[in-house]
């Protein structure tokens, strides 16, 4: 029995309200849910894989955590925050901060479950009106993924993606990515077929791509194709967290962050290595840049921290901005979701974003300020 295939009509979800074509387009090639949960170091000790990285769990494993997690919330009585249930991914993460904060119009390409998941999924998504024109609808589950944040506001992912609706590498046509400037990518070594198709088409329709690398754990597992997509000249933009980045270089004699910009930098025009508390190091051409963080002393929680730092780092980029700028930016709004839990910026945070931007001297964004040419 087949999957069935509806597309979205982006007009009936925004009102009627035709969007220009994306600026920005986004592959996640499942929509995703995020569970996002407060636990302590001790709860994390028990979850199988290392704490701070993302791997993924089967069905049945999804469940287990779950109920593990519900349990220890009812444990803690008072003292533990509720499980919060939101639309997520590394890439729609991005797109929906492009869209919130800085005005840029912005899409995805992906599938989604016709389910209770994929319901809160789209609703969500439009709300902030990201076109959904180009997500396949289809029967079967939408992908969830267990965000367990501990006293630190690190944050150990759980994703569960096996039995999820997925779009596939012969559904992506040349009109998902006509007339955008960018595609967001994250690795992910279950994902190289869509992705070498997705990167194949964006460069016949002059697309540029920018690549996140997911997750130490994938680079350690997978680093072999990675190193391979790297090499093919045809990731624009490739951002790493400090934890990547070493495992990017593990096995040579100088594995720290700069090392890791400077082999980034050799295949890919824009490189940008995040450092947490530290800030950041990118480099563009010959220029090296090094911009401090921006935010809390101690954040709340770090999800999406990297996805929002990468939504700024590109409204930089279309704006024009300086290597120098579109990392500040990128601190400016990765700093504004550590604020609270989950990789959603609440509005609050926005406005904190913005006082930190003209604080900077930097360009403060218009909504519906960018439209593809």
């Known amino acids: 029995m087949g999957v069935e295939f509806h597309p979205i009509n982006n007009d009936e979800i925004n009102g009627g309200d035709a969007a220009a074509v994306p600026v920005i387009m986004g592959l996640q090639l499942s929509a995703l849910v995020d569970h996002v949960a407060r636990v302590d170091l001790s709860f994390l000790s028990q979850i199988h894989?290392?704490?701070?990285?993302?791997?993924?769990?089967?069905?049945?494993?999804?469940?287990?955590?779950?109920?593990?997690?519900?349990?220890?919330?009812?444990?803690?009585?008072?003292?533990?925050?509720?499980?919060?249930?939101?639309?997520?991914?590394?890439?729609?993460?991005?797109?929906?901060?492009?869209?919130?904060?800085?005005?840029?119009?912005?899409?995805?390409?992906?599938?989604?479950?016709?389910?209770?998941?994929?319901?809160?999924?789209?609703?969500?998504?439009?709300?902030?009106?990201?076109?959904?024109?180009?997500?396949?609808?289809?029967?079967?589950?939408?992908?969830?993924?267990?965000?367990?944040?501990?006293?630190l506001g690190n944050r150990t992912m759980r994703p569960c993606l096996s039995s999820s609706v997925k779009i596939q590498a012969n559904e992506l046509t040349r009109e998902d990515f006509k007339g955008s400037k960018w595609l967001v990518l994250r690795y992910g070594v279950q994902n190289l077929e869509v992705i070498h198709a997705a990167i194949m088409i964006a460069k016949q329709e002059g697309v540029s791509v920018s690549l996140d690398l997911a997750s130490f754990e994938m680079v350690r597992k997978f680093r072999s194709p990675l190193v391979q997509?790297?090499?093919?000249?045809?990731?624009?933009?490739?951002?790493?967290?400090?934890?990547?980045?070493?495992?990017?270089?593990?096995?040579?004699?100088?594995?720290?962050?700069?090392?890791?910009?400077?082999?980034?930098?050799?295949?890919?025009?824009?490189?940008?290595?995040?450092?947490?508390?530290?800030?950041?190091?990118?480099?563009?051409?010959?220029?090296?840049?090094?911009?401090?963080?921006?935010?809390?002393?101690?954040?709340?929680?770090?999800?999406?921290?990297?996805?929002?730092?990468?939504?700024?780092?590109?409204?930089?980029?279309?704006?024009?901005?300086?290597?120098?700028?579109?990392?500040?930016?990128?601190?400016?709004?990765?700093?504004?979701?550590?604020?609270s839990l989950g990789g959603e910026v609440t509005l609050e945070n926005w406005q904190w974003m913005y006082k930190q931007m003209q604080t900077k001297g930097l360009p403060i964004p218009e909504p519906g300020q960018f439209y593809a040419k």
């Open 49 to 151: 894989g290392e704490p701070g990285g993302s791997f993924p769990v089967e069905d049945e494993e999804l469940k287990i955590i779950l109920s593990e997690v519900n349990a220890h919330i009812a444990a803690a009585l008072d003292n533990a925050s509720p499980l919060k249930t939101i639309a997520g991914g590394s890439v729609a993460n991005t797109v929906r901060g492009l869209a919130a904060g800085f005005g840029v119009t912005c899409g995805i390409i992906g599938a989604c479950g016709n389910d209770e998941q994929g319901n809160l999924f789209i609703e969500n998504m439009s709300s902030y009106k990201i076109d959904l024109s180009r997500l396949r609808l289809k029967n079967g589950p939408t992908a969830q993924c267990v965000c367990l944040v501990d006293e």
């Open 229 to 339: 997509l790297l090499e093919s000249g045809s990731i624009d933009l490739c951002f790493a967290n400090e934890d990547e980045a070493t495992e990017l270089l593990r096995s040579e004699d100088n594995a720290g962050p700069e090392a890791a910009l400077e082999f980034l930098a050799e295949r890919c025009q824009w490189a940008v290595v995040t450092l947490g508390p530290k800030g950041c190091i990118a480099k563009h051409g010959k220029e090296v840049v090094r911009v401090p963080a921006i935010g809390e002393a101690k954040a709340i929680d770090a999800i999406g921290a990297g996805d929002l730092f990468a939504s700024g780092f590109l409204y930089g980029l279309v704006k024009g901005l300086s290597l120098e700028e579109c990392c500040r930016v990128g601190s400016c709004s990765g700093g504004s979701v550590t604020r």
